[in-house]
């Protein structure tokens, strides 16, 4: 979760935790009122602390169809702006989304608009047509490109350097 406002430096310790859970709590049964703070398993910040902006949410519920309920229903959040919710992902999945997302800013730069490019799992669609999708830990176009002979030469593939540069970056939390 993102964009929940957090306790100013100093604040003792046991007292933040609880702020961070009923705020979390306030949100989650926005989306879903059978969802309540007692239904937190775990709720912490993740990253070092920075007085400029706050640190994400990363919230662990009992059931696993509260989950599917939080996320489906994250959309009812636009009454809270500032606040979204992620789905947490592994390693392998920040990977690809992070290859994803260079792809999608190279396109923008190319000046396909922005709003008809999706994001939908490992696949980049543009005008609702499929341009590329990753495959073996690279981005492969569907399209030819005049200055690329292979998809070695991409410029957008995911290496052990890359994913350990997303497990240093911020997490997508739920």
């Known amino acids: 979760m993102f964009g929940v406002p957090e306790c100013t430096k100093g604040t003792p310790r046991h007292l933040r935790i609880r702020k961070d859970m009923e705020d979390a709590g306030e949100v989650l049964s926005c989306i879903d009122p059978s969802v309540t703070e007692g239904k937190i398993k775990e709720c912490f910040r993740l990253g070092k602390y920075?007085?400029?902006?706050?640190?994400?949410?990363?919230?662990?519920?009992?059931?696993?169809?509260?989950?599917?309920?939080?996320?489906?229903?994250?959309?009812?959040?636009?009454?809270?702006?500032?606040?979204?919710i992620k789905p947490d992902l592994s390693k392998q999945e920040r990977a690809i989304q992070n290859l994803l997302l260079k792809e999608r800013r190279?396109?923008?730069?190319s000046g396909v608009p922005s709003r008809s490019i999706r994001l939908r799992g490992s696949t980049i669609l543009v005008h609702n047509k499929k341009h590329g999708e990753i495959r073996n830990n690279q981005f492969q176009s569907w399209e030819p490109r005049e200055s690329q002979t292979s998809n070695d030469n991409h410029p957008h593939s995911i290496s052990e350097a890359s994913i350990?540069?997303?497990?240093?970056?911020?997490?997508?939390?739920?």
């Open 164 to 174: 350990s540069e997303t497990q240093g970056g911020t997490s997508s939390p739920l």
């Open 106 to 109: 190279s396109l923008i730069s």
């Open 50 to 84: 920075n007085e400029e902006k706050s640190r994400p949410l990363l919230i662990k519920l009992l059931r696993c169809i509260d989950v599917e309920s939080v996320l489906a229903g994250r959309s009812q959040l636009a009454t809270r702006p500032g606040i979204t």
